[in-house]
């Protein structure tokens, strides 16, 4: 890098260059000095007094290379920008560009997370020990860590390449987890019992709709958003294209990716709970769910869980899971019957079975004595062996 890795070299036969940090930042400057043994040895002396004025706080970057392209970057107007200042404007730009329920979650992470605790922090001065240290002080789950670290990253990558704050990013090719915690196992679904005594303390479209999320595994933002014009009742299918989230304060909007915007099998569960919603809301051609105190549709999930979902869980002695454990529920319901995980992961908006795999996999059939005879009988004609005999 240098003069014997001093951070000093030769860089042509008139000028010399110095490399030093400054605000987390590899700064390198140069002088129109001729590369003699003792011009090296003044850079390198001059660059040790730089390193002093940095270490004591009375660097002044434009003062000392006032040609440099780079002084601009520490100007008082760009280096004392907070994280808070920073990720505030952050915010109100992505407002344009992201569903109402990326934005929510991303506010919350930042006004709740980051900012009372780095809000302070130069945006310059931002290091990874810095945020990993905060991390490692948190009484959360991984994937909470890693939501936190996603919304950072994606706003620093911002203060790189967009508004060039920072030439890098600190959390960039880094994630931190914590190797000895015990995993969050969210997927708790209800059991058939369960399941009957929670639609057992239901009646009318509140009933329907907790019926239909058992047997069709939505979730509760799709099932809000999902009209009469979405249902096919020749080929038996739903077909989701939009959801409705809290965020969204009443708004439809389209499935994020597209293997969200999908036929679902209706199942006969499934289009019982549909014929019996008929009697209320086929009529207004609109939304198929309504709120029953209101007769309008759900404005999300959170008015679902507090004025339906918690009474009809605690009147039927259940233990209290929150609604998503449904699509949880018919999952395992489909996997454990022996259903393909593909075809399960098409029905639940997964692009692949790999996550169907890694979430669901206690509940995927593992010994099937009759495994390959299928196949035997398909590509050899072999059928006397294609299934297992009884024992005699």
């Known amino acids: 890098m240098g003069r014997d890795g001093r951070g000093v070299r030769a860089v042509s036969d008139s000028s010399i260059e110095i490399t030093f940090m400054y605000r987390g930042v590899r700064c390198r400057e140069r002088f129109p000095l001729k590369p003699s043994a003792t011009n090296l040895r003044r850079a390198e002396r001059y660059k040790h007094a730089i390193e002093h004025d940095i270490a004591t706080g009375v660097f002044d970057y434009s003062a000392t290379f006032p040609n440099s392209p780079r002084a601009a970057k ?3 107007e760009s280096s004392q920008e907070t994280l808070a200042g920073f990720l505030t404007k952050w915010l109100s730009s992505k407002k344009q560009h992201v569903s109402s329920s990326t934005f929510e979650g991303y506010r919350k992470i930042v006004e709740l997370r980051i900012v009372p ?6 945006l310059v001065d931002l290091k990874r020990k810095a945020v990993r240290d ?4 948190l009484e959360v789950s991984n994937k909470t860590l890693s939501n936190i670290q996603s919304c950072l990253r994606s706003a620093l990558n911002d203060a790189v390449d967009d508004d060039e704050l920072i030439d890098t990013n600190p959390l960039a090719g880094w994630t931190f987890s914590r190797k000895d915690q015990v995993k969050e196992d969210d997927v708790d679904p209800f059991s058939p019992e369960e399941q009957r005594a929670i639609l057992a303390a239901l ?3 509140a009933k329907n709709l907790v019926q239909f999320a058992f047997w069709t595994g939505m979730r509760t933002s799709e099932m809000v958003g999902l009209n009469w014009e979405d249902i096919d009742w020749v080929r038996g299918e739903a077909y989701v294209t939009r959801a409705m989230t809290q965020a969204a304060k009443g708004k439809a909007e389209v499935t994020k990716s597209r293997s969200g915007k999908r036929p679902i099998k209706l199942l006969a569960p499934a289009m019982e709970a549909l014929v019996a919603q008929k009697a209320y809301t086929f009529l207004a051609d609109n939304e198929v769910f309504q709120n029953p105190r209101t007769q309008e549709r759900w404005k999300g999930d959170q008015p679902i869980r507090k004025t339906m979902w918690a009474h009809a869980v605690k009147n039927a002695g259940v233990r209290y899971r929150r609604p998503y454990q449904t699509r949880h529920t018919y999952a395992s319901m489909m996997l454990s019957a022996g259903e393909h995980p593909m075809w399960v992961a098409q029905q639940m908006g997964h692009s692949d079975w790999t996550m169907i795999a890694r979430v669901y996999g206690r ?7 009759s495994a390959g005879n299928k196949a035997l009988a398909f590509w050899t004609g072999d ?3 294609a299934y297992p005999r009884a024992a005699g």
Do not use: I, R
């Not at 605790?117 to 130069?122: I, Q, R």
């Not at 509940?363 to 004595?369: A, G, I, R, Y």
């Open 383 to 385: 059928t006397a062996n």
């Open 363 to 369: 509940w995927m059939p593992v010994e099937d004595n």
């Open 117 to 122: 605790a780095l809000g302070p922090t130069l």
């Open 203 to 205: 009646d009318g479209q």
């Open 134 to 137: 905060w991390l490692n002080t």
């Open 74 to 76: 520490f100007t008082p």
